[in-house]
């Protein structure tokens, strides 16, 4: 699987819109991008995943550049709530395949 | 939709003793579970996979022997730590994927903080 490189922490303010980064310049045509957010000392919370074209659900948008190359990830009005490690992965598509965790990025959302 | 569930949530054991941690998909049938662990401050280590009904595959470096895995059902995988020790000590984690909302998106479960005296 592809790696993913993403800046180790972020600051946002309450309400703002938060976009993260994520580089995965060694992508191949047929592995997607997730989206998984982790809040202290819970289990891994899916966001959201794309192959090519931008996508948007209740809880953010994901951007994916033309090449593949970088995403970002938008939460479009960061709560307090929001405040976790993200981590963006490239994963073959299909239930059996794994996902591998990068060190993620740590958005602190500041009242 | 999508739920996963973990239980225990937290358990403290003796060294030397085995422990059971349970992972059930609530609402779906889970065709692959996926156990992994994680220390504080880092991040989660993909153990093992399992499909129901066949053997787990383990990751390099993961003592089967040691970590045992079943998955008899469509909606129930348990963990074993067996003999544990300190070093055992760790945040259990399993994710499911399956017949969900969205089939091959991995679905985590709470955890079970597991301490080891």
């Known amino acids: 699987d592809a790696k993913t490189t993403q800046p180790p922490s972020m600051d946002c303010a309450e309400g703002r819109a938060a976009n993260l980064p994520c580089n995965h310049s060694t992508i191949s045509g047929n592995e997607y991008v997730y989206w998984y957010r982790q809040i202290h000392s819970q289990g891994p919370q899916y966001i959201i995943h794309?192959?090519?074209n931008n996508e948007t659900n209740e809880m953010a948008s994901l951007i994916i550049t033309e090449d593949r190359k970088s995403s970002t990830l938008i939460l479009p009005h960061a709560t307090l709530r929001d405040t976790a490690v993200y981590y963006c992965i490239v994963r073959l598509d299909g239930a059996t395949n794994k996902l591998i965790f990068g060190t993620g990025t740590l958005l602190a959302v500041q009242p | 939709g999508a739920v996963v569930s973990q239980h225990p949530s937290r358990v403290i054991c003796k060294s030397g003793t085995s422990v059971k941690i349970e992972c059930r998909s609530l609402?779906?049938?889970?065709?692959?579970m996926f156990w992994y662990r994680q220390f504080p401050k880092k991040s989660l280590m993909l153990m093992a996979t399992?499909?129901?009904?066949?053997?787990?595959?383990?990751e390099q470096g993961v003592e089967k022997d040691k970590f045992l895995i079943n998955h008899a059902s469509l909606t129930l995988s348990t963990l074993t730590v067996t003999s544990a020790h300190p070093e055992d000590s760790s945040f259990y984690i399993c994710?499911?994927?399956?017949?969900?909302?969205?089939?091959?998106?991995?679905?985590f479960g709470p955890g079970t903080r597991l301490t080891v005296l």
């Open positions: 794309g192959l090519k």
């Open positions: 994710s499911a994927t399956g017949l969900a909302a969205t089939p091959d998106t991995q679905y």
């Open positions: 399992s499909n129901e009904g066949s053997k787990a595959t383990y």
């Open positions: 609402d779906f049938q889970a065709t692959t």
